[in-house]
């Protein structure tokens, strides 16, 4: 599939109408990092860091993970790297942690909320992530942050972690950018300040959608029941593109759904200009968005949210279908 997209990989991900979409690419262990050369994907917007710490027996060293976060910067080639944080629980159990009986694990004790009980743990990979930058950029963020203050406190220990390596003469990232994902619906209304203070947000649709629709992502049953595409969703999403345009936040997705070619047209459509996917995805976003007017897409996105269209899906594939492409 890579090859089929080979003559655009070096291309830009440019609209008919002219505008410019930053694709990025998901990764989560090393093996992944060449794929950035092949994709044609402009820097990696996910890095998941579960992966090192469910591999193994106990939790990992912060020397071992230093070395492998210097690793993928090294082989990134200048190129940025988001690093998510810790996101354990729910669906992500660590083999070695006292596993918490929950009812509800997805709405449970997970992600930001163990890193802020068990600040030990967050630290020492705050630390790694600062002695693997050594004197490079580093982009941190939080994942499943459900209100500004929970965001603050992650950023004040991220802070302090910074001040620390300084008055041990270490060596600094050049800058540091500290984003948030928005995965609850709650962090779309927090206040504004908290849209001043993070350095970007990152959608993580996956999650955003499950809490949207209150439909476990993980149950067959009634995870497609709601299309990404259904109007309520994007209005949702549209006014967290407004939100961050007011305050000139760095916005992007990094869900599932941005690889997916009409959902990414629609994101696009409605002000999102940067998505990161799976690596395989860089390509065929890139041929429908390269093909694709943004301003006739928004019309069609328009026309049926007025007409009381339950999803645009089936407006835009007509409207593709029109298209002779
Ligand atoms: C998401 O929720 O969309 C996301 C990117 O994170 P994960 O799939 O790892 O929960
Ligand atoms: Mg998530």
């Not at 009812?103 to 890193?115: E, S, T």
């Not at 962090?187 to 476990?216: M, V, W």
């Not at 760095?250 to 941005?258: I, K, M, R, T």
Request: hydrophobic residues 40%.
């Amino acid at each position: 599939a890579q090859e089929r997209y080979s003559s655009i990989r070096d291309k830009p991900a440019e609209t008919r109408c002219g505008t410019r979409i930053s694709l990025h690419m998901n990764a989560g262990l090393m093996a992944d990092l060449p794929s950035l050369e092949g994709s044609g994907a402009e820097g990696v917007g996910l890095f998941r860091t579960e992966l090192q710490f469910l591999v193994r027996n106990k939790v990992p060293r912060r020397a071992e993970l230093a070395a492998l976060y210097a690793r993928v910067l090294d082989a990134s080639g200048g190129r940025r790297v988001a690093f998510r944080t810790l996101d354990i629980g729910s669906d992500k159990v660590l083999p070695y942690m006292k596993r918490e009986d929950e009812p509800n694990p997805a709405l449970g004790w997970r992600a930001i909320r163990v890193g802020l009980d068990k600040v030990g743990v967050m630290r020492m990979q705050l630390q790694a992530l600062i002695r693997a930058a050594n004197g490079r950029p580093l982009t941190v963020m939080f994942p499943f942050v459900a209100q500004f203050e929970e965001f603050t406190a992650a950023r004040d220990h991220l802070m302090r972690e910074l001040d620390r390596e300084e008055k041990l003469g270490r060596p600094l990232p050049e800058k540091v950018e500290i984003g948030a994902m928005l995965e609850t619906p709650s962090l779309a209304y927090a206040p504004r300040q908290f849209f001043e203070l993070t350095d970007f947000i990152s959608i993580g649709g996956n999650d955003l959608k499950q809490f949207f629709f209150a439909a476990d992502r993980e149950n067959e049953r009634v995870r497609r029941r709601y299309d990404t595409l259904n109007v309520s969703f994007l209005t949702f999403l549209e006014q967290i593109v407004k939100r961050c345009g007011d305050t000139g936040t760095h916005l992007s997705f990094c869900g599932e759904d941005a690889g997916r070619p009409i959902e990414a047209l629609c994101f696009a459509a409605i002000g999102m200009r940067t998505l990161s996917m799976r690596p395989a995805s860089v390509g065929p976003v890139k041929h429908l968005l390269r093909k694709s007017d943004l301003r006739e897409a928004r019309a069609i996105i328009e026309t049926a949210r007025e007409r009381g269209d339950q999803s645009v899906r089936p407006a835009i594939m007509d409207w593709m279908r029109s298209q002779n492409w």
